[in-house]
């Protein structure tokens, strides 16, 4: 895959991030994960800033993460736009099984980081997505939990949890984590669950 992320590695573009990050009034804390790869996770999700926000903590802190987009993004002019800011295409169709494709690529690379919204949506919804846990668990990488606290105006790398198998077990340590930060809009956080009621 080898996916290069020309606007990360960019002094320039990493030293401006940090201005702008600094100027909009954020601050960042960071608990080093002690492995290259591994599932960055990031919540809550209640708006489109999340993304920019998220993108700009990454580019000044030289977390060089990559995210997912619908194949179909990726054609056209903007394809390099999209690859360049660490965008990776996959196949959404039925056919194609998204956490094996994920899994195949945490197994061609020595270093990969890829960044997921548990929640899948930036509207109120009663569970999280589960597919995040089942890629860090069949590629034997980290999960490692990023947060957005738009009340203390904080966007944090870590802690890192290793997925046991226990899923339940598992949530319970991310929910327990996540449950004092507060997203853009309060009112469309969801409680953390694994399935509906």
């Known amino acids: 895959m080898s996916v290069p992320i020309a606007v990360q590695k960019s002094g320039l573009i990493r030293k401006l991030a940090k201005l702008i990050f600094k100027m909009i ?13 591994y599932v960055f996770i ?16 990454a580019t000044a802190n030289k977390v060089p993460v990559h995210w997912m987009g619908k194949d179909t993004l990726f054609k056209g002019p903007l394809g390099f736009l999209i690859r360049a800011l660490g965008g990776i295409p996959v196949k959404r169709s039925a056919r ?47 999960i490692v ?39 853009k809009h309060p009112e469309k956080q969801g409680e953390i669950k694994l399935t509906e009621d």
């Not at 009034?25 to 790869?37: F, H, K, R």
């Not at 690379?109 to 997505?129: F, H, N, Q, S, V």
Request: with cysteine.
């Open 25 to 37: 009034g954020w601050q960042s804390y960071i608990i080093t994960p002690t492995t290259s790869s």
């Open 96 to 142: 194609s099984n998204f956490v094996d494709q994920v899994v195949k690529m945490f197994a061609k690379e020595d270093e990969l980081i890829i960044a997921m919204a548990p929640e899948g949506t930036r509207g109120k919804t009663t569970r999280w997505r589960t597919g995040f846990y089942y890629i860090a668990l069949k590629a034997k990488v980290p």
């Open 145 to 183: 939990m990023a947060y957005l606290d738009y009340k203390k105006k904080i966007c944090g790398l870590g802690p890192a949890i290793i997925p046991t198998g226990d899923i339940n077990a598992d949530f319970e340590k991310i929910k327990d984590f996540y449950k004092d930060f507060t997203g």
């Open 42 to 57: 990031g919540a809550p999700h209640t708006t489109n800033w999340d993304f920019g926000i998220l993108m700009l903590f």
